[in-house]
């Protein structure tokens, strides 16, 4: 049997085009930091666990600096459902008490972050799991809330317990990990200087940190295919402008309105630019950065 390759073979000569594209993106981005928040069905799919793990192996190994951000809040719905503990909502937040609070940390620092560091092992690469409250990384402040109510329709403020947002970030912890050539994998749970542990969403958790370090990129990996216009057309590219104008015409409307202000906070303060993608889709993030098509919708300032 021969081991000779054909050097004509059309799929020989198609993989050698796609490092070709990919070569400039290499050389501009070596160095730089991607944010990645890594959640919603590639958690439940060990096919896509693995794809994404590849994907965030591979950037390591071509010289840029991956920082992933995990969400977790079916796992913790479950875990809480396991435990009997009850969960009460509020405008479809969950109200976090102290015991929620508790299962929260531990599903999030615990299993799926440890999970997401063995999956990375698994394709080669170097993790390390932390929170935001391991090297003082993200100080949280309580989340405020308003709702209106129906019979009034006076705004009432609404305590959804220990849930917070980043106020404050220091990324020296991050900085330590990359130097050592490792790959940072993040909970989003923080401590606030009142001395309570916050749980905080994912997205803001990943858009303050890519904020902080000046990120090249931040991806939001979701589960749908970006933002669409009312034709159901992906728009490749907007700007803030584009935003607020799409949300005051109804075509930007739902779960998709915080993950782009989250966006546009994150290149406002910072980050070169902000992606929201179909984390479905295997290879996503590679698709939609070392190919001139792309696969998502792009937000610059």
Not at 19 to 38: C, D, M, S
Not at 250 to 268: F, S, Y
Not at 287 to 297: I, K, Q, S, V
């Amino acid at each position: 049997m021969s081991n000779i390759v054909d050097m004509q073979d059309p799929r020989m000569l198609a993989k050698a085009e796609v490092l070709i594209e990919a070569l400039p993106y290499f050389q501009r981005y070596a160095g730089r930091t991607f944010v990645v928040k890594y959640g919603g069905h590639a958690m439940g799919d060990p096919e896509a666990a693995r794809d994404f793990a590849e994907d965030i192996v591979l950037l390591k190994a071509v010289g840029i600096n991956p920082v992933v951000v995990h969400g977790g809040g079916p796992q913790i719905g479950a875990m809480l459902k396991k435990l009997g503990v009850e969960s009460t909502f509020v405008d479809g937040l969950r109200v976090t008490d102290k015991a929620t609070a508790e299962v929260a940390e531990m599903v999030l620092s615990g299993a799926i972050n440890k999970e997401l560091v063995g999956w990375i092992a698994g394709a080669g690469g170097k993790a390390i799991g932390i929170s935001g409250k391991d090297g003082g990384l993200v100080t949280a402040t309580k989340v405020q809330r308003t709702t209106k109510d129906p019979e009034s329709n006076i705004e009432q403020a609404i305590d959804l317990g220990f849930v917070g947002e980043p106020n404050r970030v220091d990324t020296t912890i991050l900085d330590t990990v990359v130097a050592a050539g490792m790959i940072p994998v993040v909970a989003p749970i923080g401590a606030g200087e009142d001395g309570h542990t916050y749980n905080i969403n994912a997205d803001t958790m990943a858009g303050a940190i890519a904020a902080a370090l000046g990120a090249a990129r931040l991806f939001l990996l979701t589960d749908v295919t970006g933002v669409l216009d009312k034709e159901g057309r992906l728009m490749t590219d907007l700007t803030p402008a584009d935003i607020a104008r799409l949300k005051d015409d109804g075509t930007i409307r739902g779960g998709m309105i915080p993950k782009l202000e989250t966006c546009v906070h994150a290149v406002e303060a910072g980050c070169e630019a902000a992606v929201v993608l179909d984390g479905r889709v295997p290879h996503a993030m590679l698709l939609e950065f070392f190919t001139a098509r792309g696969a998502g919708t792009l937000i610059r300032a």
